[in-house]
């Protein structure tokens, strides 16, 4: 594991666990590719049948970005091997963009309700904005600021991971339509808001200061 994020101040297993998660989750994610989407996402299926451009969007590029944050934020590749760094967070950029883009269709026409709609459309626009941020940072050589942006990017994009975690808790103990809503806003604005107390902390410092 880098030294970067061993610097946030978490145990290897716990980072460690954070990345294998994320990069599984990732994988599974593509589970549509092999079988029929009525079988392995159904609360897609409407999106599927009325909006499939911008389902596919959201779905094959989300976990992308997912997969690529272990890689993203490990020192040793940033140091030795920085071209293919700045490739892939380009690549990362741009499947945040389509996928942010479409995320916020996807919550604007949700049959979920308006409180499940609002919490996975703020959540696209803030990933939308705080992602951006952190490229436009990285554009003008601020690298300690694109650091701290990129770890806000990394708590929204980890809602992938806390949202398959509530689900099935939320599915077993009131039922998917009583828990779905306050799922669509605990996976992600708890992640958020670990990363602010990092970063005020002090334990985000040490990101800014390697380069």
Known sequence: MSSETRAMGYPRWVIMTVWVSAVLIAVGSY?????DIALVMPAMLHHALERPLMLYLHIGLAPISLALLP???STRIRQR???????????YGVAILLAGIS???LAYTTEEGPVAAAGLGVLSLLWLWVTGTAIWH?????????RVW???SAALTL?????????PIGVATVGFEASYPIICWLAWVPNLL???WILRRGRGAPLGATV
Not at 82 to 91: N, Y
Request: charged share 20%; hydrophobic share 55%; proline share 0%.
């Open 31 to 35: 589970r549509f590719l092999i079988a």
């Open 71 to 73: 890689v993203q934020f």
């Open 81 to 91: 091997r920085r071209g293919l760094h700045r490739w892939l967070g380009r690549l």
């Open 103 to 105: 995320g916020i269709w």
């Open 138 to 146: 990285v554009w003008n050589r601020r690298i300690a600021q694109h």
């Open 150 to 152: 990129m770890i806000r």
């Open 159 to 167: 809602a992938a991971v806390t949202l398959r975690i509530y689900l």
């Open 194 to 196: 670990l990363a602010e």
